[in-house]
């Protein structure tokens, strides 16, 4: 059964919280918040924390709050390429095209399709925001259907350039990019593998992002590997290539650096583990996220040990934006109409104080049960339950001298 409880929860207070854990006998809970924001003669706003991993039921709930928005803006860092491109000149028209071209080409190596609608069906089941990009990259910058084409035999993406017409020369060429024969990092996430691992589920396969009215609202990757290096990330195709990952967490969270493969190996040797320990381990990882994501001293530590830097692109520089895309959707609606902000819970609060500013208030909210242990039917014992929850107090304290 779908939950949203707590409803107006909280909200005449100035710090609102958007992580909360509820314990009993019977259960521990995770619950995020969704919060409605109101302005005169403007359209609602739903901020709504989302949770990346959790149980079924909780994002059956969160599809069921956001029908009701008619525009849900997604965090999501993607390549430039991922914006459809264009341009003022021929140049940069076709310097685009290329990028998206590459983009495309990425989200499209493993499948076997024959068309850019055969495409973006086939990526629902394995990255739905890879599909909703692929919808809105069918045409080059000048307008132009991108087909599905072959170089040497292999399938390949191809622009008829400035003209529309096969062949030509300068501006009027055809750009072609090869598809790769591997799967990208993209086909297996560190977050996908642990949600299988704990018997969840995966945010990024478990919400309609293919969905027309669902629109990224984040900084490039590229702009996030500028903030937080200083240097400007390789051009698509180029050597050391890395899709727009501009340092070793990006990689850790694909899975595809060492230690990413090696965190994927461990969360593999779950099932195995659980067997061992009679049918602990699982519900004791579980119960050790319900704990440590709703304690809010070690989620503040553990970002500050990232680094001041990493702090201030990823939480702060990306509400900017984030606000910034939703103040512009707000601008394209009216009052009766509904934007959704869909964003991990860290970024809540910031993104909370940026709408205050802009005039918004919150006037709803409501719980939704993001992950669950059952206790009266887990293996696990009280004494380890007690051992959890005092290692997450001790943790929390002793990261927040």
């Not at 990259?137 to 072959?150: A, F, K, P, Q």
């Not at 939703?326 to 709408?355: E, F, N, Q, S, W």
């Amino acid at each position: 059964m779908l939950s949203l409880a707590l409803t107006l929860a909280m909200i005449g207070s100035t710090e609102l919280q958007w992580l909360g854990a509820t314990h009993s006998d019977a259960a521990g809970t995770l619950h995020t918040a969704a919060r409605r924001y109101a302005q005169s003669g403007q359209p609602d706003v739903w901020l709504v924390g989302v949770a990346h991993l959790g149980d079924s039921s909780y994002y059956e709930a969160l599809d069921a709050l956001l029908q009701s928005s008619d525009t849900v803006i997604y965090e999501a860092v993607m390549p430039e390429g991922a914006q459809a491109p264009g341009g003022i000149d021929d140049p940069s028209k076709a310097s685009s095209t290329r990028a998206s071209l590459h983009v495309i080409a990425s989200m499209a190596a493993g499948h076997s399709v024959d068309s850019m609608e055969a495409l973006a069906g086939a990526l629902v089941d394995g990255h739905r925001p890879s599909a909703n990009v692929v919808k809105g990259l069918r045409h080059d910058g000048w307008g132009n259907r991108i087909e599905l084409s072959t170089l040497d035999g292999k399938p390949a993406l191809r622009s008829l350039g400035a003209d529309g017409r096969p062949g030509g020369d300068g501006s009027a060429a055809d750009i072609i990019v090869p598809i790769p024969e591997d799967v990208g990092a993209d086909g297996s996430t560190l977050q996908r593998t642990l949600a299988e691992a704990l018997r969840m589920r995966f945010q990024l396969n478990s919400l309609p992002y293919e969905q027309s009215h669902w629109v990224p609202g984040d900084m490039s990757a590229e702009e996030l590997h500028r903030r937080l290096t200083g240097t400007e990330p390789a051009t698509p195709g180029g050597q050391g290539e890395k899709n727009g990952e501009p340092f070793e967490l990006g990689g850790m969270l694909t899975g595809m650096s060492f230690s990413g493969q090696f965190a994927v190996g461990m969360i593999r040797m779950l099932p195995a583990l659980d067997a061992l320990s009679g049918g602990r381990a699982i519900d004791g990882l579980r119960m050790l996220l319900i704990e440590s994501l709703s304690n809010p001293e070690m989620l503040k530590q553990g970002t500050a040990m990232l680094g001041e830097r990493f702090e201030q692109v990823i939480l702060h520089d990306r509400n900017d934006v984030a606000v910034e895309f939703t103040l512009k959707h707000c601008r394209r609606h009216g009052p009766g109409d509904a934007v959704a902000v869909l964003y991990g819970a860290a970024h809540m609060p910031g993104i909370d104080v940026l709408m205050r500013a802009e005039g918004w208030v919150p006037v709803e909210t409501r719980w939704l049960n993001a992950m669950q242990v059952d206790l009266l039917a887990s293996k696990l014992t009280t004494a380890d339950i007690d051992a959890i929850r005092d290692w997450s107090e001790m943790a929390g304290s002793l990261l927040g001298r």
